[in-house]
């Protein structure tokens, strides 16, 4: 089994619609992400968590809202879907102090606003 | 302003030679810096870190290099094959603990 999953795949929406996608780990890890993955702009940090009751906005949190409802568990929610966030989303975990400090990446989330 | 650097444009090279992939970044000091290999439709995938007090890391057929004076890494795949064509990533750790900022990557494509 994946060690860090995500929910949906892919998604298609309107504008105007909320919409929430979700992350699960069972890595054990303290340390979330949420990034999304333009062309041409690479990996954009949105939001991060260090632990359950700590969120901290990215560069790029306008517009996104997170929810971390377990240690396990780190939802990204967009209140009201704009075309603009048409992008490939991902979520990462990492250990609070793991030897390469190396983030672990799910498969990514495939978003389309129309 | 702060900015992460990889080339653009895809490397094209024949499979046995070695590829060369460049990081450069201006106004950071980062403390580690990392390489990571994206495949097509899924996510990142963390290969090597090297810290600012280090030359070089080996890892197999990869090879990172990190110059603090140029701002700049090198990874290189030795006796690259076309399994290894990919999208390689370089990311620094900037400001707090573990926070990363990735570079745009550059794609490899290595051909028989």
């Known amino acids: 089994d994946a060690d860090v999953t995500q929910t949906p795949r892919n998604r298609i929406t309107k504008t105007g619609k909320r919409i929430m996608l979700e992350c699960s780990q069972t890595k054990g890890h303290d340390r979330m992400y949420w990034y999304r993955q333009d062309p041409g702009l690479g990996l954009r940090l949105i939001y991060y968590?260090?632990?359950?009751?700590?969120?901290n906005k990215g560069e790029i949190s306008d517009g996104y809202s997170v929810s971390r409802q377990a240690q396990a568990k780190f939802s990204l929610s967009l209140e009201s879907a704009i075309p603009n966030q048409t992008a490939l989303y991902f979520c990462?975990?990492?250990?609070?102090?793991?030897?390469?400090?190396?983030?672990?990446f799910g498969p990514g989330t495939r978003l389309t606003v129309l | 302003s702060q900015k992460i650097e990889q080339n653009s444009e895809a490397l094209n090279i024949q499979e046995g030679k070695t590829a060369t992939l460049t990081c450069n970044y201006t106004?950071?000091?980062?403390?580690?810096l990392q390489w990571y290999r994206q495949d097509p439709g899924r996510g990142p995938v963390f290969l090597l870190l090297i810290r600012e007090n280090e030359k070089e890391k080996r890892k197999e057929r990869l090879k990172v290099t990190f110059d603090t004076t140029l701002k700049q890494s090198l990874f290189h795949i030795t006796a690259s094959q076309p399994a290894d064509s990919a999208t390689y990533l370089c990311a620094l750790r900037t400001g707090t603990a573990s926070k990363l900022t990735f570079g745009t990557g550059t794609r490899l494509q290595v051909t028989l």
């Open positions: 106004n950071y000091s980062p403390a580690y």
């Open positions: 968590s260090f632990d359950v009751k700590d969120i």
């Open positions: 990462a975990t990492s250990e609070a102090s793991g030897r390469y400090n190396e983030q672990f």
